[in-house]
């Protein structure tokens, strides 16, 4: 267990549809960031935030957002939904926000039907 | 573009034998090469890095050799097991203001048989 925790673990939707996935980071650590994983594209990063900002984005969709909160829980908001969005998304944390080890959450599979 | 490309995509071995992971990076920026382990249905987890200052680190069985002038990295597994059967996926960023983004590679399928 590496202490980060993500909600909910599966969600099924429908095409056009907005959901939200939450991640949680270990307790102390500050930056938190989001991946993509599907079958043809290996790991995506999407977005870090550090406290709160964000600092560095991947190739994130425009219909894709995300934030971080006060007490550092962090969420993923995928609107407008497709099924090429199908897919497993990783939320990682870190103590700070450059070289150090970034531990992964569970995954929430998401699956668009 | 930030690219890091990864060869083999699979890579079968008895156990016992030796498997080499190889990574080439893009981005003659990058300071810090992190390589991660996923078994089936699991989250990645982190089992090396280099930063760019060091050419070669050890844990175990299980080093990493990087070539700066070349961009390239390695992952040398020895005296394989089968519990070292996952996909391991090799990454590439460069620190900038704090930042960490991380490019992985497209991942390594490794089956160690008994």
């Known amino acids: 267990d590496s202490g980060v925790t993500q909600t909910p673990k599966h969600l099924i939707t429908a095409t056009g549809q907005r959901v939200t996935l939450r991640c949680s980071p270990r307790s102390g650590d500050l930056s938190v960031y989001w991946y993509q994983q599907s079958l043809d594209q290996g790991l995506q990063f999407l977005i870090q935030?550090?406290?709160?900002?964000?600092?560095a984005k991947g190739n994130i969709l425009e219909r894709f957002s995300a934030q971080q909160f006060p007490d550092l829980h962090s969420e993923l908001n995928l609107s407008s939904l497709e099924l090429g969005d199908s897919a497993l998304y990783f939320c990682a944390s870190s103590v700070a926000g450059g070289h150090y080890e970034q531990y992964f959450g569970p995954g929430t599979r998401l699956t668009v039907t | 573009g930030e690219n890091v490309e990864q060869h083999p995509s699979t890579l079968s071995v008895q156990e016992g034998d030796s498997a080499v992971i190889k990574c080439t990076y893009s981005?003659?920026?990058?300071?810090?090469f992190p390589w991660y382990k996923q078994e089936l249905g699991k989250r990645p987890q982190l089992i090396i890095d280099?930063?760019?200052?060091?050419g070669e680190k050890k844990d175990q069985r299980i080093a990493v050799t990087l070539n700066k002038t070349a961009k390239h990295f390695s992952l040398h597994i020895t005296e394989t097991q089968p519990e070292d059967s996952a996909v391991y996926f090799c990454?590439?960023?460069?620190?900038?203001?704090?930042?960490?983004?991380?490019?992985f590679g497209a991942g390594t399928r490794l089956a160690v048989h008994p």
């Open positions: 981005d003659s920026a990058s300071n810090y």
């Open positions: 935030y550090y406290n709160g900002e964000e600092r």
């Open positions: 280099i930063r760019s200052n060091v």
């Open positions: 990454a590439a960023s460069k620190r900038t203001g704090g930042y960490n983004k991380l490019i």
